[in-house]
């Protein structure tokens, strides 16, 4: 749960039993369970919300996506390309040839020079 193991939960109970006290305790558990309902609730209504504002071409639009380690997951790191809805996609015939006839680029050796191009710069 959220990363913890059972010291650290364990450590955290003790510590809410020594600032909030045995009688408190039973209180402040159900209002912090009732704020967090309440989050998710309002999370869950502006989710909706915004996909209710979306375009129908947007409509499989995820929040999650905007967070810039799911874009970099889901759009440079993935192995396979994907279409807007995230479903692998064949590769084009024309790129797919490019692809397989590419020549494998030897690195360079330690202290090796790299080649230098004139014109091109």
């Not at 369970?33 to 129908?56: F, H, I, Q, S």
């Not at 790191?77 to 590769?91: F, Y």
């Not at 030897?106 to 014109?119: K, N, T």
């Amino acid at each position: 749960m959220f990363g913890l193991g059972w010291m650290e939960i364990g450590a955290l109970i003790v510590i809410a039993l020594l600032v909030f006290g045995p009688d408190k305790l039973p209180q402040v558990a159900s209002q912090a369970g009732e704020t967090l309902r309440n989050l998710r609730r309002m999370a869950n209504n502006a989710r909706e919300d915004l996909r209710a504002g979306l375009p129908p071409e947007l409509s499989n639009f995820d929040p999650a996506d905007l967070n810039p380690r799911t874009f970099v997951r889901k759009h440079l790191l993935d192995d396979v390309e994907k279409d807007w809805n995230g479903r692998p996609r064949e590769l084009e015939p024309a790129t797919a040839a490019y692809v397989a006839e590419a020549e494998p680029v030897d690195p360079l050796g330690y202290g090796e020079i790299p080649p230098y191009d004139s014109e091109a710069t």
